[in-house]
């Protein structure tokens, strides 16, 4: 592969692992091939919090997977948890946390459980078959992550994104940054930020009709979207407002030739009411408002 698409020396190379799926021997051959950094689904340690989860794995599985990472030569570790699970407690939480804590791995993503739709779970939130857990408990479970999660050393740069000094997600830095990508595979999306305010395609998903479209046409696109100079404003602030540095107004005026506050005037209202601070020129997130990313982001669109 390197041939026809050369990569350079410290290029990270991630796999994303599924404990249901996952064997000492296909970590350990993924290593030997060149995957330098693992990011595994774990969820949760809690096996009534995996059921819910609706997850393949079980609790035996998240620990056995994890026992072979180390054998099998990976240094660079990411784990997945979700909280605001229905029926979870704080108290199960801490001990997810404790338990990921003891593999030590060099990165965490903590992703608070949303309801989306059209999924199963909005639908059986709708029927009343699954009950939320409250705000303030949800807010109570982010808070509890991220103190944890600091007093163990790691460094909260997103906002659900933890990591031990110089080893953040560097792909996932690229898409907070409106930096270009391509993806490659069924179901892969790709996205360029020029020319113009940018585009971005889906590949088909189904693996048969991907081959088949991308030996015949040459490409296997099912889906593109050209983004207007608005939608590229929007997303431009709510990407980078995802880094808990924030960004600097520069940086808008650069990309579009506007200025930022001319551009969204709430901005002033926005840090007033205590959800953006300007620190050092830099506009970022307040700590209320990493509680409150989601109304602030709707905000720019």
């Keep these: 592969m390197t041939d026809c698409c050369p990569l350079a020396a410290d290029a990270e190379i991630t796999l994303?692992?599924?404990?249901?799926?996952?064997?000492?021997?296909?970590?350990?051959?993924?290593?030997?091939?060149?995957?330098?950094?693992?990011?595994?689904?774990?969820?949760?340690?809690?096996?009534?919090v995996l059921k819910t989860l609706g997850r393949l794995h079980t609790v035996d599985d998240v620990h056995n997977s994890l026992s072979w990472v180390r054998a099998a030569g990976f240094d660079n570790v990411s784990l997945d948890l979700i909280f605001a699970v229905p029926g979870q407690t704080r108290e199960l939480l801490a001990d997810d946390l404790a338990h990921t804590f003891a593999y030590a791995p060099t990165h965490l993503s903590t992703y608070c459980l949303t309801y989306e739709e059209r999924t199963p779970f909005f639908a059986w939130k709708e029927k009343g078959k699954l009950h939320p857990v409250s705000e303030d408990d949800e807010a109570e479970m982010y808070a509890l992550v991220q103190e944890q999660c600091t007093r163990a050393g790691y460094h909260h740069y997103e906002i659900s994104s933890f990591a031990r000094p110089g080893l953040t997600s560097r792909h996932n830095a690229n898409y907070w940054r409106g930096v270009s990508y391509l993806g490659l595979g069924a179901g892969a999306h790709s996205y360029v930020n020029e020319p113009d305010w940018g585009?971005?395609?889906?590949?088909?998903?189904?693996?048969?009709?991907?081959?088949?479209?991308?030996?015949?046409?040459?490409?296997?696109?099912?889906?593109?979207?050209?983004?207007?100079?608005?939608?590229?404003?929007g997303e431009f602030v709510f990407l980078h407002l995802r880094q808990l540095k924030g960004f600097l107004p520069a940086a808008f005026v650069e990309r579009f030739g506007a200025d930022l506050r001319e551009t969204f005037s709430h901005i002033d209202t926005l840090i007033a009411d205590g959800l953006l601070t300007q620190e050092e020129g830099r506009i970022k997130l307040s700590e209320r408002g990493l509680f409150l990313a989601d109304s602030v982001f709707a905000s720019f669109f």
């Design 199 to 233: 585009k971005r395609w889906s590949n088909e998903h189904h693996p048969r009709r991907y081959m088949d479209h991308a030996l015949t046409s040459g490409d296997a696109n099912s889906v593109e979207e050209s983004l207007t100079r608005e939608q590229a404003m």
């Design 16 to 48: 994303e692992a599924d404990p249901a799926s996952a064997s000492y021997e296909k970590l350990a051959g993924y290593r030997v091939i060149g995957v330098n950094r693992l990011s595994f689904g774990v969820q949760s340690f809690q096996a009534p």
